[in-house]
T-cell receptor, first 112, second 113 residues
Framework: ETGVTQTPRHLVMGMTNKKSLKCEQHLGHNAMYWYKQSAKKPLELMFVYSLEERVENNSVPSRFSPECPNSSHLFLHLHTLQPEDSALYLC???????????FGEGSRLTVL | GESVGLHLPTLSVQEGDNSIINCAYSNSASDYFIWYKQESGKGPQFIIDIRSNMDKRQGQRVTVLLNKTVKHLSLQIAATQPGDSAVYFCAEPFSGGYNKLIFGAGTRLAVHP
């Protein structure tokens, strides 16, 4: 148990579906992150939220839409994805400005 | 959480031997480095970090060495155990005041009994 919980752990969706990934952290951190880990690239930063405000959008296509309603929750809304979006999506949290990220176990996404 | 499909460099060691995992970085202005371990089916987990004003930092069975002259970082694991089998990543933060970490490609460590 890392203190960062991701659901679902596995998701299979068609290209026309809309789904969401959820992340919840119980560590009192005020920064949260989405990373993508795929066969082609090991760990790519997608989004950073600090104090519930998005501070980084790392050139991610608009079919990925993050939402951070409060400092404990982070969502990644998925819409009209492509098969190449199949990957492990990792959520992480940290104290603002601190060196260590705490990762969840990831949501394995397969797009058919 | 495994990097399926990636042709990661693999280090194979015998149980009980010492392991050395290497990482090269390109930004000479980087002042902080972190090592993460990712076991199969799990997210990356922090192991140890080091600031650029240090050459060496020791943890429990792990040591990180930093050579700023050649921009090289290494992670040494003493008396490697089967539970050490994982993919190991080095990471460095970009600027910004928050942890925008850039990860290396990773090295797979396989420990054989």
């Amino acid at each position: 148990e890392t203190g960062v919980t991701q659901t679902p752990r596995h998701l299979v969706m068609g290209m026309t579906n809309k789904k969401s990934l959820k992340c919840e952290q119980h560590l009192g951190h005020n920064a949260m992150y989405w990373y993508k880990q795929s066969a082609k690239k090991p760990l790519e930063l997608m989004f950073v939220y600090s104090l519930e405000e998005r501070v980084e959008n790392n050139s991610v296509p608009s079919r990925f839409s993050p939402e951070c309603p409060n400092s404990s929750h982070l969502f990644l809304h998925l819409h009209t994805l492509q098969p190449e979006d199949s990957a492990l999506y990792l959520c992480a949290s940290s104290p603002y400005g601190a060196g260590e990220l705490f990762f969840g176990e990831g949501s394995r996404l397969t797009v058919l | 959480g495994e990097s399926v499909g990636l042709h990661l460099p693999t280090l194979s060691v015998q149980e009980g031997d010492n392991s050395i995992i290497n990482c090269a970085y390109s930004n000479s202005a980087s002042d902080y480095f972190i090592w993460y371990k990712q076991e199969s089916g799990k997210g990356p987990q922090f192991i140890i970090d080091i600031r650029s004003n240090m050459d060496k930092r020791q943890g429990q069975r792990v040591t990180v060495l930093l050579n700023k002259t050649v921009k090289h970082l290494s992670l040494q694991i003493a008396a490697t155990q089967p539970g050490d089998s994982a993919v190991y990543f080095c990471a460095e933060p970009f600027s910004g005041g928050y942890n925008k970490l850039i990860f290396g490609a990773g090295t797979r460590l396989a420990v054989h009994p």
